[in-house]
């Protein structure tokens, strides 16, 4: 069973990081700040191309 779950939250995680990168394209396509919460504050950081490659990048295994 432990194999499964473990299994199971990889293939979440993979979901969730395509689901982030995709969001990223959406806000640098749309100039819109994505909005994040960061040490109990609201922030509203501005995409780059730069942001989208680099994190693209890190996420190559979930690809």
Known sequence: MDHNHDEFKKLIEKALNRSALKAREI???TNTPIVI???GEVK???VTEQDV???R???KDAL
Do not use: F, M, P
């Open 27 to 29: 806000a640098l396509q």
């Open 37 to 39: 919460e960061e040490d």
């Open 44 to 46: 509203h950081i501005k």
């Open 53 to 55: 490659q680099e994190y």
């Open 57 to 59: 990048e890190s996420i």
